[in-house]
């Protein structure tokens, strides 16, 4: 009997970053309302084969070639036991979801793919710029449903030809954190994320030194990646030594610490799907202050429960501001909060995805 949802990341635990801890917060939560998933990954590291973890399976796939021995053992899985599982939920756009794709109708399954972000080197802008890419993502509409995480991913869908029908608008989840008593004598400002181009640290550095500031704030920098020296050197350059320190990789739950003692969190990414990292500082009574990217605005209020900026300048006035008023802080943290406690946490998003596999069920 089909009683089970089939997961399908192409890595998992023990490798953890974003689509990984949305997966193990929602896997977590859908146990609790009674939904059973199994989910299947590649093996790495020599992690078991097998492993259950908050009373789901994690199935470790092992090939000598990573991605196309992966697909391969993933072909031999659904065909072997396709019986046990009512949907398959894939989260990736990559050849996971294409090859579920050809599957779907044979094997009488649902395929829903999870669609994490839109715009320039998105997943969905390279299935658009090619005639192979289209010719994929036309196999991909005709046989699956979407996971639109941000209303930008469902608009850029629905121009590369998918129905309403078969798009379930939701966002990504975020554990609940307790109410924080936050310090105040040192104005913390974070950015928590890859050392990339993409994510414009420098661009937070610059509008730091640039402002007034009280005495005691200092600006951590939460992450490793290719710019990790260039901003450094930046640093240096700029003379912020003793007020801008470089804190490296860091576990998920060292992470929710420095957000918990942090006032500010600021994310300049000129590109982005549902931060993760936004999500968790406003659940830690973070002020925020993000992009004016279409992504952001699913999250963020300007000056409601956090601040929107569109260049240099504005983020420099933003930063200033908010350093600058503790009650500022206080106010913008306390409404981000509520706006994850009520709309965003993870038992609201596991029941909407209940509830879409219900629906997803019901059409077959």
Do not use: W
């Amino acid at each position: 009997m089909k009683n089970k949802v089939l997961m399908i990341i192409p890595s998992y635990y023990p490798a953890v970053g974003g689509a990984e801890r949305q997966l193990m917060g929602l896997a977590k939560e859908l146990n609790l309302y009674g939904v059973k998933i199994d989910v299947v990954t590649r093996r790495i590291n020599h992690s078991p084969e097998l492993e259950e973890i908050d009373g789901y399976n994690v199935i470790r796939l092992f090939s000598r070639f990573p991605r196309l021995g992966f697909l391969i053992q993933l072909l031999f899985f659904i065909l072997k036991s396709h019986s046990k599982y009512r949907v398959i939920h894939v989260h990736t756009l990559n050849s996971p979801a294409i090859l579920c794709a050809f599957f779907a109708k044979l094997l009488d399954i649902p395929v829903l793919v999870k669609v994490t972000r839109s715009g320039k080197k998105s997943q969905l802008s390279r299935y658009a710029k090619s005639s192979f890419g289209k010719f994929f993502f036309n196999i991909l509409k005709k046989n699956t449903y979407f996971v639109a995480i941000t209303p930008d991913v469902f608009s850029e869908l629905i121009t590369l030809g998918a129905k309403k029908d078969q798009i379930f608008s939701i966002p990504n989840g975020v554990s609940k954190q307790k109410n924080l008593d936050k310090d105040f004598h040192v104005i913390k400002i974070v950015f928590l994320g890859r050392l990339i181009k993409r994510k414009r640290a420098g661009l937070l550095i610059k509008s730091f030194k640039n402002i007034k500031k009280p005495i005691d704030c200092k600006l951590y920098i939460v992450g490793d990646g290719p710019e990790r020296s260039n901003l450094e050197k930046l640093v240096v350059e700029l003379n912020l030594e003793n007020s801008c320190s470089f804190l490296g990789s860091m576990s998920h739950s060292e992470s929710l610490k420095i957000l918990s003692d942090s006032n500010i969190f600021v994310l300049p990414s000129d590109s982005e799907g549902m931060s993760n990292a936004l999500l968790e500082a406003m659940a830690a009574s973070n002020a925020v202050i993000a992009a004016d990217i279409p992504a952001n605005h699913a999250l963020v209020q300007h000056n409601i429960n956090g601040m929107l900026f569109n260049d240099n300048l504005s983020l420099s006035a933003q930063l200033e501001e908010v350093v600058n008023d503790p009650i500022k802080i206080k106010s913008l943290g306390f409404k981000a909060k509520e706006t994850i406690d009520s709309q965003l946490s993870f038992s609201i998003i596991g029941s909407a995805y209940k509830n879409a596999y219900d629906v997803l069920c019901s059409t077959k």
